[in-house]
């Protein structure tokens, strides 16, 4: 979508909102997945069947151009501030020398900017927040601080699925648990997280009286690793990826020049692999296509928890007064996480053969290709670089006020320029016909 094309979007979109505000107060409901890949979904040429995501697009718009931060809780400070992420107070992702101390750098939601949350609650919505917080856990910066009335949070980066709830590594520990409306609760045996915090939702909207109106702040932790769900979804995606995931790279090229997202005549960019598919032993071969299967059973999963809270709406009478907005805090996550131990202590805990994967005491990182198969124009780049494939993530929008198309025309993807990971790494600027690279310090 060209800068018009927004424009006219945007306008389209306030004018509904004022419209809908004499008449009657439209609910607001943000859905957030975490570390998904751009062309994971139906609507942006994935094979994984999206249903529910599907229907919001072909009800409203998809935004091709849509650029964020290429790191988790920027994004997150950023979207629900409408503030940079420095004057947030989420300049990084952790403390550095060279940070501690500084403003901009404290890593929690300062009192320098006011909440989206904060804006409705004063307007008298319901204001809700299920998922994934990870914007500070100390006195002044938690949900129900910041403008949630009600608010089930995972507090903090990354965590299993499971109601194990095992940090991540060192530097995840200290804000790996859950709260309740600001109380540390335990998580029940059944606990699953993406079905957790729609149902917590759910409940919520329910119970919430029909002439008061919602604001909605619904953040999934799928499909950020630790790779895990419930086993009847696994069974569902059974040997669909065993075509490897050059593959499944090339299908989601043809589907995005089908869907007009990129231009008919874009060459396939060439994968940077740890391995072509074919060098891979059957043994490697087996095991990475489960990785793949349980991706894909991830976000068909969350997909269902969408769903039902476009049933609850429903139920409710608040769909046909409802403004839906879908998105991704960043780009696809490029392999093994650099805040995984590296000791035998730690990995001893886990059995991650093939058998297990995808279980409790299994620690699945997304493996290298999940880059690859995940983020489609995109080859080679992902989270945490300022590169198209870590900051160019879906958004969709439907509701009151949303225009179903704005007409846009598609891209070629002639130059991009990138930073590989947070500090101190090399930055570089690419072309079709060449790539400068140079090291910082």
Known sequence: MNKKAMAAAVSMILAGGAHAAQQERPNVIVIIADDMGYSDISPF???????????????????????????????RSMLLTGNSNQQAGMGGMWWYDSTIGKEGYELRLTDRVTTMAERFKDAGYNTLMAGKWHLGFVPGATPKERGFNHAFA????????????????????????YTRDGERVSLPDDFYSSEAYARQMNSWIKATPKEQPVFAWLAFTAPHDPLQAPDEWIKRFKGQYEQGYAEVYRQRIARLKALGIIHDDTPLPHLELDKEWEA???????????????????????????????????QTGRDKNTLLVFLTDNGANPAQGFYYESTPEFWKQFDNSYDNVAAKDHLSPTARTGPTSATPP????????????????DFM????????????????????????????????????????????R
């Open 45 to 75: 040429g994935g094979e994984i069947p999206t249903p529910n995501l599907q229907a919001m697009a072909e009800q409203g718009m998809r935004m091709s151009q849509y650029y964020t931060s290429p790191m988790s809780a920027p994004a």
């Open 280 to 314: 891979l032993t059957p043994e490697q071969q087996k095991y990475t296509a489960k990785v793949m299967q349980v991706y894909a059973a991830m976000i068909a999963n969350m997909d269902a928890q969408i769903g039902t809270l476009m049933e609850t709406l429903k």
């Open 397 to 440: 929008i439907s509701g009151p006020g949303s225009p179903a198309t704005v007409k846009s025309t598609p891209r070629r993807w002639r130059c991009m320029t990138w930073r590989r990971r947070y500090m101190n790494s090399p930055a570089s600027i690419r072309t079709s016909r060449w790539r400068k690279s140079r090291c910082c």
């Open 154 to 177: 995972f507090m903090g980066g990354g965590t299993s699925h499971f109601n194990d709830a095992i940090p991540l590594g060192t530097v995840e520990a200290f804000h790996t648990y």
């Open 378 to 393: 995109y080859a080679n780049y992902h989270k945490t670089t300022s590169a198209q494939g870590g900051i160019n993530t």
